[in-house]
């Protein structure tokens, strides 16, 4: 039971990333797959999320830049990010909730912006 994140990297402000998360049979199989980040020194919180309906969730701060995905074939879900700003700096990390007992997360993919 396991997800894997990809995908992040140093950017310059105004460009665009796509992590991914590629999720084990039996996580995939989740309610809801999300994308959570955390900055220095704030909280954890929630960018976007997918439920198997394909069902969107989006943080209103984001003003639409970024857009989650799922491609079944794949067991993964994206995350695309589009005009970043260096406030979006911050470690990503993929959750999956298994059951409403069960969270699982990746180990993070840091992504930089840079003015």
């Known amino acids: 039971v396991r997800l894997v994140e990809s995908g992040g990297g140093l950017v310059q402000s105004g460009g665009s990333l796509r992590l991914s998360c590629s999720a084990s049979?039996?996580?995939?199989?989740?309610?809801?797959i999300g994308w959570y980040r955390q900055a220095p020194g704030k909280q954890r919180e929630l960018v976007a999320s997918?439920?198997?309906?394909?069902?969107?969730v989006s943080a209103d701060s984001l003003e639409g830049r970024f857009t989650i995905s799922r491609d079944n074939a794949e067991n993964t879900v994206y995350l695309q990010m589009n005009r970043l700003k260096p406030e979006d700096t911050a470690v990503y990390y993929c959750?999956?909730?298994?059951?409403?007992?069960?969270?699982?997360w990746g180990q993070g993919t840091l992504v930089t912006v840079s003015s």
């Open positions: 049979g039996r996580v995939w199989n989740s309610n809801t």
């Open positions: 959750r999956a909730d298994v059951t409403p007992l069960t969270i699982v």
């Open positions: 997918i439920d198997t309906s394909g069902t969107t």
